[in-house]
């Protein structure tokens, strides 16, 4: 992340920063992403993101898996509400 940022390259910077879902399978590193527009800037900047990782010593090719979504964005929004607020009430608005 660091190289990243140093070497200016601030939008795989912060997208590699929301990066929760990662593996690592022999010499692979396995980016698990659900955002189409995530996954483009990744593999663009796959060679950044593995000579990031080279500065730490590290020898890993780096593999974007796309996610299937079994939840639509508002779906999750909702779970993810009624997660942090137990009583919620959420009502669904018509215009």
Not at 20 to 29: A, K, P
Not at 31 to 54: C, H, M, P, S, W
Not at 68 to 90: A, C, G, P, Q
């Amino acid at each position: 992340m660091l190289f990243l940022k140093e070497h200016r390259h601030i939008a795989l910077h912060v997208a590699c920063g929301d990066i929760t879902d990662v593996q690592l399978d022999g010499n692979s590193l396995i980016l698990n992403v659900f955002d189409g527009t995530l996954v483009q800037l990744l593999n663009d900047g796959k060679r950044e993101i593995e000579n990031a990782l080279r500065w730490q010593g590290l020898e890993h090719k780096l593999v974007v898996n796309i996610k299937e979504t079994r939840y639509s964005k508002t779906e999750e929004d909702i779970s993810k509400l009624k997660s942090v607020f137990e009583n919620i009430i959420i009502k669904e608005f018509k215009g």
